[in-house]
């Protein structure tokens, strides 16, 4: 479980908040990934300045829960342009055990930046209202984001690989099962696989929405695929943390795959299925 969010972005409790619940969990590994600060100030982003804290508090954590859990640190860092994003050296010269790469941010044809990772009837009006209801563009624009990012590489986890999915297909029915639709994805997809990146199996909008990201309809695909996976929960309160956790092992299993990429002794490791 190493897609979470705390009082430092957007998450709703206290770092050592989530590390307590992991434990009585019976987690053995946890991460922190807060978002990353972006070049403009958001409501759920960190702040440069709150950046030493968080890793003095991360630090501290560590060492007082060392016998009990292995915590590691990272970032959610979105690819926002060739500035920044993921590789950009400001997020590389931090001291992290790990990175999560993510888009939810676009560029509208008129420069404007918009968050689209929003519930679906305000992602319905941005795309009426910026893109004049071409679904189409926005989502070759997402992925074509997407596809940036994995190129430019320097993260490790690939988070919430298709998560305009839902909200696409809320707009137009059927839209999933569109020839373009499903190329767009699996040539993504693959291309993230070949160049070694964990492929998350977020889970945070399971038990609301029904849908893990990536689409369940694409696992047997990774599988095929060889690629590495993970259960997040991208958790923003404690008691979220192994939120859909089952489910997903349930649905990675039917597709078959037999073990997760978790942290284990310092590094990332295949953990065979329980």
């Known amino acids: 479980m190493y897609h979470s969010h705390c009082l430092y972005c957007d998450g709703r409790a206290r770092m050592e908040d989530f590390v ?18 972006l070049p403009f100030s958001t409501a759920w982003t960190m702040e440069w300045d709150r950046m030493d804290d968080y890793l003095a508090e991360f630090a501290r954590l560590k060492r007082k829960y060392a016998d009990r859990i292995e915590l590691i640190v990272g970032l959610e860092i979105d690819y926002l342009n060739d500035e920044s994003q993921p590789a950009s050296p400001c997020f590389q010269r931090l001291p992290l055990d790990y990175r999560i790469g993510s888009v939810h941010l676009l560029y509208t044809p008129k420069g404007e930046i918009i968050d689209i990772d929003t519930p679906a009837d305000v992602y319905r009006k941005l795309v009426d209202t910026y893109f004049g209801g071409d679904i189409e ?26 998560k305009m999915h839902y909200n696409a297909s809320r707009y137009r029915p059927g839209l999933l099962d569109e020839p373009w639709y499903d190329t767009l994805v699996r040539e993504y997809l693959a291309e993230a696989v070949r160049r070694n990146y964990i492929i998350e199996v977020n889970t945070k909008s399971y038990r ?4 893990f990201y990536p689409n369940e309809r694409y696992f047997p695909f990774l599988r095929e695929l060889g690629a590495r996976v993970q259960v997040n929960s991208d958790a923003h309160y404690p008691d979220r943390v192994s939120y859909g956790r089952r489910e997903a092992m349930t649905a990675l299993r039917k597709a078959g795959f037999e073990a997760l990429t978790e942290w284990r002794g310092g590094g990332w490791t295949q953990v065979p299925f329980p």
């Open 20 to 37: 307590r619940f992991a434990i009585s969990e019976g987690i053995p590994s946890y991460g922190f990934s807060s978002h990353a600060p």
């Open 137 to 162: 563009s926005v989502v070759h624009l997402y992925y074509s984001r997407l596809r940036r990012m994995v190129e430019v590489g320097q993260f490790d986890i690939l988070g919430h690989a298709d």
């Open 208 to 211: 609301d929405l029904g849908t």
